[in-house]
């Protein structure tokens, strides 16, 4: 019996070679060989490791999602409850296995100490029950546990694109001492709608990051939509994207211009507030950005210039009715 069947598609075989590597000098035994014994059918010694192994990591790529059998291999993976997935090379995931969170290798150095791969190691060494070499973090900063024991302040949403801005307003925001839950909460094979349930319910406030990419995913929507419905929501513009019908009403922050380092007024009121914990005691309609998203400022002053053309032509002709009523008479 094998700790671990690693799934991936042929023209992968290079990654699979390193990342089979890294579990091998962890201690861990690994099925990864696509060559079949001789004598001996393909289908049978699948299906004999995919129900042995201990854990089933497939490697997502543009190929692998292409094939049966990789696909295959993640469901029977996915419904023995063991499945930890690896992102090699950015693709969309199969829609079967999007609720289920993959370790981010797109950007793998190779080392057991990389972000992505560490995270993976953490995780299969928990399901398994044995320990990491030295080398290897053994734990994060800020663990999917210890949000769940110790709960946290706030619940941050966005989309997946806008993951280095979601990263940074974490670390602007827990230089506060405000814990905040994101996706990387999540461990790898974890499941996403219980756990972002369960976490949206922990949060005392619901900060949604607004983008181009933003408006159009319905995951980040359903979340904002959650937390509108129970008057916890802030709405947190990073670029000029139009704010979704229905959210208008809730708290904003405009973070358009910021660099993701230096603290701006708008951070620092997003983070004074968070500390007082006053945002859940803002009533619908309440804003408290210091300076208005600029799609929004546009809208305000094309209202107002309207406003003061018609104030004029309504004066204009005031007067030339004055004078045409003045030369009658």
């Not at 030295?134 to 709960?151: C, F, I, K, Q, W």
């Not at 406003?307 to 030339?320: F, H, K, P, Q």
């Amino acid at each position: 019996m094998n700790d671990i069947f690693l799934s991936y598609a042929s023209e992968d075989r290079d990654a699979a070679r390193k990342l089979m590597s890294v579990f091998a000098e962890v201690g861990w035994s690994v099925f990864w060989d696509r060559e079949t014994p001789v004598g001996t059918s393909w289908d049978r010694v699948v299906e004999d490791q995919l129900r042995s192994a201990r854990a089933v990591t497939p490697l997502w790529s543009p190929r692998s999602v292409a094939s049966d059998w990789v696909m295959i291999e993640a469901t029977e993976g996915m419904e023995q409850r063991k499945l930890f997935p690896v992102l090699i090379d950015p693709t969309p995931i199969p829609l079967r296995f999007k609720l289920t969170q993959f370790a981010d290798l797109s950007d793998w150095d190779g080392s057991a100490t990389h972000e992505g791969c560490a995270r993976l190691l953490r995780a299969l060494a928990a399901h398994l029950g044995t320990g990491l070499p030295s080398p290897v973090p053994t734990h994060e900063t800020d663990t999917a546990a210890e949000r769940r024991s110790e709960g946290h302040d706030v619940f941050l949403g966005y989309a997946r694109s806008d993951e280095a801005k979601a990263k940074a307003l974490v670390s602007a925001l827990s230089a506060a001492n405000i814990r905040v839950w994101w996706d990387r909460a999540i461990v790898v094979g974890e499941s996403f709608d219980n756990t972002i349930l369960r976490a949206l319910e922990q949060a005392r406030s619901v900060i949604i990051l607004w983008s181009h990419i933003g408006v159009g995913s319905d995951w980040v929507k359903a979340e904002a939509q959650w937390a509108m419905d129970r008057g916890v929501l802030i709405n947190a513009f990073i670029d000029e994207a139009p704010l979704p019908p229905g959210f208008s009403a809730a708290p904003s922050v405009d973070l358009t211009n910021w660099d993701g380092e230096t603290i701006t007024e708008a951070l620092q009121q997003l983070r004074n507030r968070l500390v007082n914990r006053e945002v859940s005691s803002i009533g619908r309609g309440d804003s408290w950005q210091t300076s208005e998203p600029r799609h929004t400022e546009r809208r305000r002053r094309a209202v107002w210039v309207v406003v003061v053309a018609i104030a004029l032509t309504a004066l204009t002709l005031g007067v030339y009715i004055g004078l045409v009523i003045a030369r009658g008479g």
